[in-house]
């Protein structure tokens, strides 16, 4: 949009269009037509749209309570450890604590990231790929870190 | 007072009032071009004119091939929205004073439609949004005898969304339907919230479902984007709002 100021080619003689030869229009990315409602007759939307706003306000205590404990109080950064983990793992509260964090932050930030996706791939097979991508990684992530909270061993050697 | 007089002082104040603008438009003819440029015309108008004299200026006076859409030119058939200095608005709404004319006025057409030439773009996506909802009163059994009352109250309910023109000025300013045309567009929700709240329709249900779905009201993220750019003053927004809470209302 900046100062690109032109007269349009009017009088030029040498045009590669012309009224029966057109140039391409620019069409917007996936257009409406008249078969684009296919119906689902699911809830989904619904279901995603209520849990990002409920799982933000739980979110709003453990992420901010997290990072106090972890970055602000008794130190601060300095004092984590092995024997720090290991210590607040040996306790169920904090177990729960960070299970639950686990899970909401991921299906949280996964179905965030699956209206980005929605929003900015054009092409049908780019979003099919990228939300693929999107849920291997996280099923990945909350299966191994739920495996973790529950068979941490603080006697590892 | 002779007329001669009134004509001499008419002609005074017209040409006294009349300052120098710059039109910056974006032209696009796929006959000459297949790239789309800006075109700057200096035009001497009354700031208290519109964008759409200054339109009709160039189409008439400088250049016959600027090519817009305008049927009533009173803000009442929706044909002339455009994007005048990167807003949404109804050229025959805009008053040139307004739009701070010391510096040139940019004038497009309106975004995530398919551009046919100039100013004109192809409205049939989205009104094919707009039959999707079925904006048309549904009713079930006998037909009454006399008319279809309703009380005040009621009708004060879906009053704000039965006056959109359907000039396309929120959904060409939505940002998920830029990037997504296959969204039903705030125009699409608002005409659907204008019988959904109807107490004399009986398809808010079915209407409810289709706004239910994957393209529906839940891709709205609620920028204003819509609220900011509608002619009408209609608050768009809220409009979709109040169709997510009956969607939320209805399950729980
Ligand atoms: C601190 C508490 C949090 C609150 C209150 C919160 C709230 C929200 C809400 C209401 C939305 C929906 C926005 C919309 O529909 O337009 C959202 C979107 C999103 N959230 Fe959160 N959230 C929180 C934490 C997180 C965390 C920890 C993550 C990362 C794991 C995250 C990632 C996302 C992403 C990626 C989106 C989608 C972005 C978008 O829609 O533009 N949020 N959040
Ligand atoms: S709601 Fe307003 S901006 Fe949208 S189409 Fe109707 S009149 Fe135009
Ligand atoms: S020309 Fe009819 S709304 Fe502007």
Redesign the interface.
């Known amino acids: 949009?900046s100062a690109?100021?032109?007269?349009?080619?009017?009088n030029?003689s040498v045009?590669?269009?012309?009224?029966d030869n057109?140039?391409?229009?620019?069409?917007?990315?996936?257009?409406?037509?008249?078969k684009?409602?296919k119906?689902?007759?699911t809830?989904?939307?619904?279901y995603?749209?209520?849990f990002m706003r409920l799982s933000g306000i739980v979110l709003v205590v453990l992420v901010l309570g997290h990072l106090l404990i972890q970055l602000v109080l008794d130190g601060g950064v300095s004092k984590i450890g092995f024997a720090f983990v290991a210590g607040r793992w040996a306790s169920p509260f904090w177990q729960a604590w960070d299970l639950i964090m686990l899970w909401l932050a991921m299906l949280h930030g996964a179905n965030g990231l699956r209206?980005v996706i929605?929003?900015?791939a054009?092409r049908d097979t780019t979003r099919f790929w990228l939300k693929m991508l999107l849920y291997t990684a996280t099923v990945f992530t909350v299966l191994l870190g739920t495996l973790v909270i529950f068979t941490f061993d603080p006697n590892i050697r | 007072m002779s007329t001669a007089t009134l004509d001499k002082l008419e002609a005074e104040a017209q040409t006294s009032h009349n300052i120098k603008v710059t039109f910056r438009v974006r032209r696009f003819n796929p006959e000459i071009s297949d790239e789309a440029t800006w075109q700057d015309f200096e035009l001497e108008i009354d700031p208290k004119e519109r964008v759409l004299d200054g339109l009709h200026k160039i189409k008439w006076d400088l250049d016959g091939s600027l090519t817009f859409r305008r049927s009533c030119a009173h803000g009442i058939c929706g044909s002339d929205a455009m994007r005048i200095n990167g807003k949404n608005r109804l050229a025959c709404k805009t008053l040139i004073k307004d739009i701070n004319p010391a510096k040139p006025i940019t004038i497009e057409p309106i975004k995530g439609l398919t551009v046919l030439k100039d100013l004109v773009v192809d409205m049939e996506p989205f009104f094919q949004a707009y039959r999707d909802v079925m904006p048309f009163l549904i009713t079930k059994g006998n037909e009454p005898t006399r008319e279809r009352r309703q009380s005040a109250e009621d009708r004060e309910r879906f009053d704000d969304t039965t006056k959109c023109i359907l000039c396309a000025a929120c959904t060409s300013s939505c940002p998920v339907f830029w990037n997504d045309g296959q969204y039903f567009g705030p125009a699409a929700i608002v005409n659907a919230h204008r019988f959904i709240f109807d107490s004399r329709d009986e398809a808010g249900e079915q209407r409810l479902e289709i706004l239910n779905d994957k393209d529906g009201v839940w891709r709205c993220r609620t920028t204003f984007n819509c609220t900011d750019a509608c002619p009408r003053g209609i608050e768009v927004t809220k409009a979709i709002q109040e169709v997510k809470r009956a969607l939320i209302t209805r399950r729980f």
């Open positions: 949009m690109e100021t032109t007269t349009p080619a009017v030029e045009s590669l269009f012309d009224a057109p140039a391409p229009v620019i069409e917007p990315p996936r257009k409406r037509t008249k684009t409602p119906s689902t007759r809830n989904f939307e619904l995603g749209w209520l209206t929605n929003d900015y054009e």
